[in-house]
């Protein structure tokens, strides 16, 4: 059953969301703390790779609520992000009334009463009874909340923050022919953003801010052990350190938390001990998703793999 009571700490949030794999810092913890006190949506930012998806899962699980996501794009409008009429049932709706216009209208002893009596029925034609809600209008709909996570703000328009901006203020949308659509249960909205264009004031003013960059090595050592409970304590810390110090050149993509996460398991699976130029050079496309991030990378891998050694030996 679904938990929609704020948690009463942010160790509470810390252990909640560690009990689902991920592994919170101080200030994600804090973050989402304070978005169930004060009830507000949070627009994390940062590169791709980082958990800021995933965040929205585990506070979906830990509270056992529905997550709903809108994946956003460009030309995203609201009969695929809010709601559209159900044409087919409408126009299905026409033909039977046509079919039974007569009945309708018999009873009718003038004209001005039979215009009467169609213009009651064309209102039905707009009642929520055609209505195909889409994710915006199903996260207010919700009788125990939910998780609405709009993923990738900034691949949408700009004109499509103006449609969010009610939702994000007061929890409610207003639908010309129906009125206005209060949410049940407000829900825990996540936002998130990899920075590919800037992101209006008046969106960010009715959002907490949180910005999730690569962790420091202890908490990414964590994030391992959670996600990759076979890895060994020293190659858990070798290949971390190693990640650290490719995250210092000159890349077009720096490897994220996920790449970490995908590594560990491919070392796991085969069965290597710690880390070897050769290991390294043979799983290098895992790590790097850029040919010349990997012909960069390249000259320094036994430089990082003596670096990494010294971790794994005396971290």
Same mark, same amino acid.
């Given at each position: 059953?679904?938990?929609?009571?704020?948690?009463?700490?942010?160790?509470?949030?810390?252990?909640?969301?560690?009990?689902?794999?991920?592994?919170?810092?101080?200030?994600?913890?804090?973050?989402?703390?304070?978005?169930?006190?004060?009830?507000?949506?949070?627009?994390?930012?940062?590169?791709?790779?980082?958990?800021?998806?995933?965040?929205?899962?585990?506070?979906?699980?830990?509270?056992?609520?529905?997550?709903?996501?809108?994946?956003?794009?460009?030309?995203?409008?609201?009969?695929?992000?809010?709601?559209?009429?159900?044409?087919?049932?409408?126009?299905?709706?026409?033909?039977?009334?046509?079919?039974?216009?007569?009945?309708?209208?018999?009873?009718?002893?003038?004209?001005?009463?039979?215009?009467?009596?169609?213009?009651?029925?064309?209102?039905?034609?707009?009642?929520?009874?055609?209505?195909?809600?889409?994710?915006?209008?199903?996260?207010?709909?919700?009788?125990?909340?939910?998780?609405?996570?709009?993923?990738?703000?900034?691949?949408?328009?700009?004109?499509?923050?103006?449609? /969010? =901006?009610?939702?994000?203020? &007061?929890?409610?949308? #207003?639908? %010309?022919?129906?009125? !206005?659509?209060? +949410?049940? *249960?407000?829900?825990?909205?996540?936002?998130?953003?990899?920075?590919?264009?800037?992101?209006?004031?008046?969106?960010?003013?009715?959002?907490?801010?949180?910005?999730?960059?690569?962790?420091?090595?202890?908490?990414?050592?964590?994030?391992?052990?959670?996600?990759?409970?076979?890895?060994?304590?020293?190659?858990?810390?070798?290949?971390?350190?190693?990640?650290?110090?490719?995250?210092?050149?000159?890349?077009?993509?720096?490897?994220?938390?996920?790449?970490?996460?995908?590594?560990?398991?491919?070392?796991?699976?085969?069965?290597?001990?710690?880390?070897?130029?050769?290991?390294?050079?043979?799983?290098?496309?895992? /790590? =790097?998703?850029?040919?010349? &991030?990997?012909?960069? #990378?390249? %000259?320094?891998?036994? !430089?990082?793999? +003596?670096? *990494?050694?010294?971790?794994?030996?005396?971290?």
């Amino acid at each position: 059953m679904a938990d929609i009571r704020p948690s009463a700490s942010i160790e509470a949030v810390e252990s909640g969301l560690a009990a689902q794999g991920y592994i919170a810092s101080r200030q994600i913890a804090t973050a989402v703390y304070l978005a169930q006190q004060i009830e507000k949506p949070i627009l994390v930012e940062g590169p791709a790779g980082v958990g800021k998806t995933e965040l929205a899962k585990a506070i979906a699980a830990w509270r056992g609520m529905k997550m709903i996501r809108l994946q956003c794009y460009e030309g995203l409008d609201e009969a695929k992000a809010l709601y559209e009429w159900k044409y087919a049932k409408q126009l299905l709706y026409t033909q039977i009334l046509k079919d039974k216009l007569g009945e309708v209208l018999g009873g009718a002893p003038t004209l001005e009463a039979a215009l009467n009596q169609l213009h009651d029925f064309g209102d039905v034609f707009f009642s929520k009874e055609f209505v195909e809600p889409r994710p915006l209008l199903q996260a207010l709909e919700q009788p125990a909340g939910c998780v609405l996570l709009i993923d990738e703000i900034d691949k949408s328009d700009a004109e499509f923050e103006s449609l /969010l =901006l009610e939702i994000l203020s &007061d929890f409610q949308v #207003t639908i %010309p022919e129906l009125g !206005t659509v209060v +949410a049940v *249960a407000p829900p825990t909205v996540i936002l998130t953003s990899n920075s590919e264009r800037d992101l209006g004031d008046a969106l960010k003013r009715r959002c907490l801010h949180l910005h999730i960059g690569f962790p420091e090595q202890k908490l990414e050592e964590r994030i391992v052990e959670s996600r990759v409970p076979g890895i060994s304590q020293t190659l858990r810390k070798q290949m971390v350190s190693f990640i650290h110090e490719v995250r210092t050149l000159d890349l077009k993509k720096l490897p994220s938390v996920s790449e970490t996460i995908d590594w560990a398991r491919v070392l796991v699976l085969l069965q290597a001990p710690e880390l070897g130029h050769e290991m390294v050079k043979d799983t290098l496309n895992v /790590l =790097l998703k850029y040919e010349a &991030d990997i012909e960069a #990378t390249m %000259p320094q891998v036994s !430089t990082f793999i +003596a670096k *990494a050694s010294r971790q794994g030996v005396f971290g």
